[in-house]
């Protein structure tokens, strides 16, 4: 058994690894057919044409680790269909840079959609006795919650998909997280998975950063969102010890990221939510805590160094998740903390103010 996992890990990782490779090597082939020319835009911050199609080698990678993962566990075959709609969505814009968001969300729902009926994937407590009353016995009421909190993470994942690194980095933190946390649990299946998509994301790492020579684009971002999150709601549902906050207290980067997003554009300056801008945390940080002065003006690597500051950030939810894995009011504290701490931290860096890159 411990054996043919790590033939599934090494299989995965080695894949991703040849597939990025091909992608890369190959650009001045598909270059033409594909958005990599694009590079208007306020969140694009490269300068040359870079492949935005590497979700596929994290896709590709771990559905063959998957493959020859099922021979010795009880993997549903719908695993396989269920990133399907979102991926192909999301690498519809990658490719043609034509898919409306409320096409990719009604995509992404349709995965989720999937989730719940034929994987009974969904979100049915939050340790609340009136709200886990009506999740638990209505089921449309489930559904649709369900399909609003994984839809959020499906979307916040994207959004934080816009520096080399900060993606794939983040990603493979909560793989390893949730992997720990399985295996404290006895949980092979939840292990497994989780360290399959990490060795995937991490054959795409190694070329994403620091040399940004492959962006994960729309469909890596969408496919990396949904499953984590339906292996993490796999695990909460097969441990009873287990909470739904802690699969959000490890996803809070992320879906803070977008819920600030939301507030800020729509309240604040009263533009439209679904509309980018360059207001992000990273990019702020990009602005005014990344002196390229020092680093030669090496565009490629002032890119990257915002990364470490992010994944920094992603631990204040990550840490306190793991540590209190099966105590939901430490849980529910950090969920709290994360947000004030973030509210602070992008508070004063978009201060006029902060100077501290001048």
Not at 24 to 33: A, C, F, L, P
Not at 107 to 136: P, Q
Not at 337 to 349: D, L
Request: net charge neutral.
């Amino acid at each position: 058994m411990q054996i043919s996992f790590l033939i599934s890990f090494l299989i995965s990782f080695l894949i991703s690894v040849v597939i990025t490779c091909i992608i890369i090597k190959t650009q001045h082939t598909h270059k033409n057919y594909s958005y990599d020319s694009n590079l208007n835009g306020v969140q694009k911050f490269h300068t040359n044409m870079v492949p935005r199609v590497g979700g596929i080698s994290v896709l590709l990678s771990f559905y063959s680790g998957l493959w020859f993962l099922s021979n010795n566990l009880d993997i549903s075959y719908v695993m396989w269909i269920v990133p399907l709609p979102v991926f192909i969505a999301g690498i519809y814009e990658d490719l043609t840079g034509k898919a409306s968001p409320l096409a990719r969300i009604m995509f992404a729902f349709l995965s989720i959609l999937i989730a719940f009926v034929w994987m009974r994937i969904g979100i049915t407590n939050l340790g609340f006795e009136w709200v886990d009353y009506l999740l638990s016995n209505y089921e449309a009421i489930s559904l649709l919650f369900t399909l609003l909190v994984m839809g959020g993470v499906v979307n916040s994942f994207n959004i934080i998909d816009g520096f080399n690194g900060i993606l794939s980095g983040y990603s493979i933190l909560v793989s390893l997280s949730m992997a720990y946390v399985a295996y404290v649990l006895n949980d092979d299946l939840a292990v497994h998975l989780n360290l399959i998509l990490c060795a995937s994301v991490f054959g795409f790492f190694i070329f994403n950063f620091p040399f940004g020579k492959i962006f994960m684009g729309d469909g890596g971002a969408y496919f990396i969102g949904l499953m984590l999150a339906i292996i993490g709601l796999m695990l909460v549902s097969r441990h009873a010890e287990l909470s739904n906050w802690f699969i959000l207290l490890i996803f809070m980067y992320p879906m803070y990221e977008l819920l600030y997003s939301i507030y800020r554009r729509k309240v604040i300056h009263g533009t439209d939510a679904s509309q980018p801008d360059a207001n992000h945390l990273h990019t702020l940080v990009y602005r005014k805590l990344i002196s390229c002065d020092r680093l030669k003006n090496n565009k490629v690597i002032c890119n990257s160094m915002v990364s470490p500051f992010m994944w920094l950030l992603s631990l204040v939810g990550i840490a306190p998740a793991v540590i209190w894995f099966d105590n939901q009011t430490m849980l529910i504290i950090w969920v709290f903390i994360f947000m004030v701490i973030y509210t602070i931290i992008y508070k004063y860096i978009s201060s006029d103010r902060f100077k501290f890159n001048h």
